[in-house]
């Protein structure tokens, strides 16, 4: 499967403030793969596949009748929540490989005022009453007791968390699309917000938004032909490891990071390549300590190393020794299950990111850190293959 599928379209709504967007969740879902498949300079009716995953609603026989399609061949709902992401990639990969589908849109989409509350909608899912008698509704609570361990037991620094904001919004600030361009960030604005859930305060918490975004994937042949530069899928592994799972606080490896180590290791196996070869990375910040954890399970760095790689510096576009989040992630651009991290991705490739990674050739993206399970994925350029 490596580097046999490629990214060719990108669509994104704008985002959002939750409950704000006055369109429903189809039609941003709609207006999303329209955009992609304009980009792509694809038909839209030639669409013959659509995966999405976590609790999406506009599921494909709503979207056909507007769309136009043709006809459906291939559909798929990936399990998890945010987790799920990167592994959209690889069901899309098997679906075109063993001729299900030529062209698979793989979608998110979420809008308050139609549907309910992010929150609500992941809550309602995974927190069990193991959780609840003890006061725990909401992932923030959740996350923050690994993310406690991570900087009490580990010795992750604050300065680590914060240069992972600092550096989002700095980001942000070039991006029209993002929803947090216009605010200014400071460590004095940082260390005064209110706090959520501790370690957690606001800045360190992924955004709410409405809106939609959504991607197109073809066969690596295909993709030559097409309109836009492909980005290759080389790998985009997805499931847990052992002793995870829906265990409520009782992993036992990886409790402090993302439990994405073995995805990780699975795919630089896969891909050929490894943490020093990243150019560019998307890292899922649903909490900011948990997309540090997720760059640890990655072997970017080890615990002892954070406070010294997390800076402000190496975390930025143009020249940083990992750039991170250059649109400004989920927690500067906007949130709707981390979506908007693959066009981001896809735009490093291409060379069309408002904050460039000069000469970007390997561009990560990961899935959700901390979920029931995860997934991760690695997007090439042509002379990665």
Request: proline share 4%; net charge negative; charged share 20%.
């Amino acid at each position: 499967m490596r580097g046999a599928t490629a990214i060719v379209g990108i669509g994104q709504t704008p985002y959002y403030k939750r409950g704000t967007s006055s369109e429903p969740e189809l039609k941003l879902a709609l207006q999303a793969i329209t955009q992609a498949a304009d980009d792509a300079g694809i038909d839209v009716r030639d669409i013959d596949g659509f995966i999405s995953y976590a609790s999406e609603r506009s599921d494909p026989a709503k979207l056909m009748p507007a769309l136009g399609t043709r006809q459906c061949r291939f559909a798929s709902l990936v399990w998890i929540h945010g987790g799920a992401l990167a592994g959209t990639l690889n069901i899309a990969a098997g679906a075109i490989l063993s001729g299900q589908a030529e062209i698979v849109a793989v979608y998110r989409s979420m809008a308050e005022s139609s549907n309910q509350r992010l929150r609500v909608a992941v809550a309602q899912n995974d927190t069990s009453s193991q959780y609840l008698v003890n006061g725990l509704d909401s992932p923030a609570q959740i996350l923050a007791l690994r993310s406690q361990r991570l900087m009490e037991h580990h010795g992750v620094p604050q300065s680590a968390l914060y240069a992972t904001v600092a550096a989002s919004y700095y980001h942000a600030r070039a991006n029209p699309r993002a929803y947090g361009r216009n605010t200014e960030m400071t460590a004095e604005i940082y260390a005064a917000a209110r706090m959520i859930s501790e370690p957690y305060r606001l800045y360190d918490c992924s955004r709410e938004n409405d809106g939609a975004a959504c991607v197109l994937v073809v066969s690596a042949e295909r993709a030559k032909d097409m309109k836009q530069t492909p980005a290759y899928v080389l790998s985009a592994p997805m499931g847990t490891m052992e002793g995870g799972g829906a265990l409520e606080e009782n992993w036992r490896p990886y409790y402090a990071t993302a439990g994405q180590r073995e995805l990780a290791e699975r795919m630089w196996r896969e891909s050929g390549y490894g943490p020093k070869d990243v150019d560019v990375a998307q890292i899922y910040m649903n909490m900011n300590a948990m997309g540090i954890g997720s760059m640890v399970d990655h072997g970017f760095f080890d615990f002892e190393e954070a406070g010294d790689f997390c800076t402000f510096e190496n975390l930025i576009a143009p020249s940083g020794k990992l750039p991170i989040n250059t649109s400004g992630g989920d927690l500067a651009e906007g949130f709707i299950h981390g979506m908007g991290l693959i066009p981001e991705a896809v735009r490093q490739i291409r060379g069309t990111s408002v904050n460039q990674v000069p000469g970007a050739r390997l561009s990560l993206f990961t899935g959700g850190p901390g979920d029931l399970m995860s997934s991760t994925a690695l997007l090439g350029s042509a002379d990665t293959l």
